[in-house]
T-cell receptor
Framework: GDSVTQMEGPVTLSEEAFLTINCTYT??????LFWYVQYPGEGLQLLLK?????DKGSNKGFEATYRKETTSFHLEKGSVQVSDSAVYFC???????????????FGQGTILTVHP | DTEVTQTPKHLVMGMTNKKSLKCEQH?????MYWYKQKAKKPPELMFV???????INESVPSRFSPECPNSSLLNLHLHALQPEDSALYLC?????????????FGPGTRLTVL
């Protein structure tokens, strides 16, 4: 079945450091890929998405490129802020078996803490 | 506006109680979802409604009963729950339920079963 593997955390960085969170996936067909962020006590917010190979999603300084050849969708940010501290989930959306409906499959999540 | 609202924010219930969670969206989306998220884990899909019809049930126990009264509302009726059902319950919506759609999540209801 479909699966998403994220780099294990937690990740602790100083403010203005470079961030990479690795994400690889296994899926049949051509899934859409997403990064969601969850702040403490809140629901998930879409950070960025890409729906086909070589697409680059970007938002709020975060970027990720859909790499079909390496089945990866790594999240990067050039300079993190304290306010970026949260849990980051990589996810893929593919058709749920035998249906035309999309089903999100999430990675385990990466806890990011940024210190001043 | 990409807002999905959920009520209540917190719920504490006993194993013999009956309660309901409510979710609402006004984005004109025709697909709505229930997810369950245990602490320090990713969300897990429970149900998908598309055009007000139940499209996917991920083998969820019958003590959870979803209902979609109209395209803007989604309820989750709870009865005879177990302590292990304590979790954050997240609602989401998307344009039509296609695999390329973005799912927009609400803030969740934190449920505690005593």
């Amino acid at each position: 079945g479909d699966s998403v593997t994220q780099m294990e955390g937690p990740v602790t960085l100083s403010e203005e450091a470079f961030l990479t969170i690795n994400c690889t996936y296994t899926a049949t067909g051509y899934p859409s890929l997403f990064w969601y962020v969850q702040y403490p006590g809140e629901g998930l917010q879409l950070l960025l998405k890409a729906t086909k190979a070589d697409d680059k999603g970007s938002n709020k300084g975060f970027e990720a490129t859909y790499r079909k050849e390496t089945t990866s969708f790594h999240l990067e940010k050039g300079s993190v802020q304290v306010s970026d501290s949260a849990v980051y989930f990589c996810a893929l959306s593919a058709r749920a078996g035998g249906t035309s409906y999309g089903k999100l499959t999430f990675g385990q999540g990466t806890i990011l803490t940024v210190h001043p | 506006d990409t807002e999905v609202t959920q009520t209540p924010k917190h719920l504490v219930m006993g194993m013999t109680n009956k309660k309901s969670l409510k979710c609402e969206q006004h984005m004109g989306h025709r697909a709505m979802y229930w997810y369950k998220q245990k602490a320090k884990k990713p969300p897990e899909l429970m149900f998908v409604y598309s055009y007000e019809k139940l499209s996917i049930n991920e083998s969820v126990p019958s003590r959870f009963s979803p209902e979609c009264p109209n395209s803007s509302l989604l309820n989750l009726h709870l009865h005879a729950l177990q302590p292990e059902d304590s979790a954050l319950y997240l609602c989401a919506s998307s344009h039509s339920g296609s695999s390329t759609d973005t799912q927009y999540f609400g803030p969740g209801t934190r449920l505690t079963v005593l």
